[in-house]
């Protein structure tokens, strides 16, 4: 692919977190062993430079922004374009690697400002059989999930007071009418968002255990209630973003969000 070295592969997390970098690392390289970005995960204080991954230290946690701001100041002198992720969604499955570079190559030919790889939904405007057009307008337009970002792009949307949560709900009313945003035809990556609040979910820790069976934690679990009620109420989400008309979801998403 004659762009793809114009993309880094980016990991941002914070020092409370290192128990699950190692556990990531190992999926990520079982499930992508042909990964051919640059990879590096973000951390505070505390370096992790294993499986192929490089550190960038951002030193003392403030907010999820300015961690991610930092980082990227580093990666754009090198890069124009980063693969964004975060260190609780470890990869599970195999990963087609043609489809992703393939795909991204023809997003940085577009010049495009933002490639969704990870999705339940389907772009509304095809552009080539890698992805197609985002809606202007709709709730979750953008996400820090397994999605390309043109760097200074992202730089510029950014707020530093901002937590991650607060990019995504915050974030898709400054994105909402910009152009050259776009969405996988397909789902590239199999994840499991395996803490939630800083715990552990039963049913995410068995997935893992399945596949690193030495898995050692350190933090406690979600209790059964906690569980299903965090279940249940992303059920209703996907339904109601699969059923509900576009033009009215950011109107009630209010709803879901008060």
């Known amino acids: ?28 390289n079982k499930y992508w062993p042909d990964c051919p970005f640059d990879k590096y995960f973000a951390t505070n204080q505390i370096p992790f430079d294993e499986y192929g991954f490089k550190s960038i ?36 499955e195999k990963v087609d690697n043609d489809f992703i570079q393939k795909s991204i190559d023809e997003f940085i030919s577009l010049e495009g400002n933002y490639l969704k790889l990870y999705t339940k939904t389907k772009p509304y405007k095809k552009i080539n059989k890698y992805f197609g057009e985002i809606n202007k307008n709709i709730p979750y337009r953008h996400s820090c999930i397994n999605s390309v ?8 949307i950014l707020v530093p007071e901002e937590n991650a949560w607060e990019f995504e709900k915050l974030g898709e009313k400054r994105t909402a009418s910009m152009d050259r945003f776009y969405c996988s035809t397909k789902n590239c990556f199999a994840l499991s968002n395996t803490v939630i609040k800083g ?9 893992i ?18 569980e299903r009620k965090l279940y249940t109420e992303k059920y209703i989400l996907e339904l ?11 109107e009630m998403m209010k709803y879901f969000r008060s």
């Not at 951002?58 to 992720?85: E, P």
């Not at 715990?199 to 997935?207: A, I, Q, S, T, V």
């Not at 109601?240 to 950011?250: A, G, R």
């Open 149 to 156: 970002w043109k760097i200074d792009f992202l730089l510029q």
């Open 1 to 28: 692919m004659k762009k793809i070295n114009n993309l880094t592969f980016l990991v941002l997390s914070c020092d409370k977190y290192s128990d699950l970098w190692e556990p990531y690392a190992q999926l990520f």
């Open 57 to 92: 230290l951002m030193g003392k946690d403030k907010t999820w922004s300015i961690g991610l701001i930092y980082a990227l100041n580093n990666l754009k002198n090198k890069y124009d374009y980063v693969l964004l992720t975060l260190e609780d969604l470890f990869i599970i």
């Open 199 to 207: 715990k552990w979910l039963n049913r995410e820790y068995r997935k």
């Open 240 to 250: 109601f973003l699969k059923y509900i008309p576009e033009k009215f979801q950011m």
């Open 209 to 226: 255990r399945k596949r690193i069976p030495n898995l050692i934690i350190y933090r406690d679990f979600l209790s059964k209630q906690e």
